[in-house]
């Protein structure tokens, strides 16, 4: 599986379509608008996911608000 380590800078976020974007320290992210320029990225996939990776920071900063319009499931499975 080809992997693709960049930083988040827009120049980095402007670039072509992934089909996965995996964004890791989120609540670090000065410019609000990287997080919904990493969201676009995923566009050209009609199967496109974006998984935030990071601690958390003050309610309702730009992370908190795109937990809220998430998913929110919780799994669990039985031990055999």
Request: hydrophobic residues 40%; negative net charge.
């Amino acid at each position: 599986m080809p992997v693709k380590v960049q930083s988040a800078i827009k120049n980095n976020l402007q670039s072509k379509s992934v089909p996965w974007m995996l964004n890791d320290e989120v609540w670090l992210w000065d410019d609000v608008g990287l997080l919904e320029m990493a969201r676009k990225r995923i566009s050209a996939c009609w199967d496109g996911q974006v998984v935030n990776v990071s601690q958390g920071s003050t309610e309702k900063d730009h992370l908190h608000q795109a937990f809220e319009s998430g998913g929110k499931n919780e799994w669990m499975f039985r031990c055999p």
